[in-house]
């Protein structure tokens, strides 16, 4: 059963990675608010060159894995934390934004498909993690993120999604929101018949990346 889905329940994150503040800039012009990246250096660099308003009216979204060790840069930089994928590394962003006097949105990566080379919890112990992050001083833990297999038709994702959204409505009542982050280019349309709230996407809106990831 597919229900209709109301273009604002879905949140645009354009996926900058790559591309240079100029990508933010037009398209920031065109109404996108919400901006996601995934190196930590690559976006320090290119925020230098990104104007007042935007930094005052958008908001910033880490997508890629964090090192521990780049937390405190990491709740300097961005609003939202969606690549969330260890315990210690939420204590570590927990403790970076009550030094820095801040509140960060994450979302609990989830690595539904048991992929070996993927980051994310393991949907088995995510009960168990959720307990303990929920406890964490100035974070909101905003609900899930996944980053289904590389697959050639994305239909071959439903069943990851469907997962993901009922692990979603599962945690749910223990969350402090009900979001939802899957799609990229390749799939965000079976994503959103599957209950995406977030879809994140970079090659749709700013065509092929010149580097690969
Ligand atoms: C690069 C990336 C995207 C966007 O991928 P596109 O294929 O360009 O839409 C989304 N999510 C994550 C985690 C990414 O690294």
Not at 19 to 36: K, M, Q, S, T
Not at 87 to 112: F, H, M, P, T, Y
Not at 116 to 131: E, H, I, M, R, W
Not at 153 to 160: D, L, Q
């Amino acid at each position: 059963m597919n229900i209709p889905r109301l273009p604002s329940s879905v949140t645009l994150v354009a996926v900058t990675k790559t591309f240079p503040a100029d990508a933010i800039i037009e398209a920031f012009a065109l109404g996108v608010r919400y901006f996601g990246e995934n190196y930590v250096e690559e976006f320090e660099k290119k925020y230098a060159n990104i104007p007042q308003e935007i930094k005052d009216n958008a908001t910033f979204h880490m997508i890629g894995h964090v090192q521990s060790r780049k937390a405190g840069d990491v709740v300097r930089l961005f609003h939202w934390v969606d690549s969330v994928d260890s315990v210690k590394l939420a204590r570590k962003l927990s403790d970076a934004a009550v030094r820095q006097g801040r509140s960060l949105s994450i979302l609990l990566e989830v690595n539904v498909a048991g992929e070996a080379t993927k980051f994310g919890f393991d949907p088995q112990t995510l009960q168990q993690s959720v307990d303990e992050i929920i406890k964490l001083p100035n974070l909101r833990v905003e609900g899930l993120m996944v980053m289904p297999p590389q697959v050639e038709n994305p239909e071959e994702n439903r069943e990851v999604f469907k997962n993901a959204k009922q692990l979603l409505d599962e945690l749910s009542s223990r969350l402090a929101g009900r979001h939802l982050s899957m799609g990229t280019s390749q799939d965000y349309r079976v994503a959103i018949e599957e209950g995406s709230t977030m879809v994140r996407l970079g090659e749709a809106i700013f065509g092929p990346r010149q580097l690969p990831k």
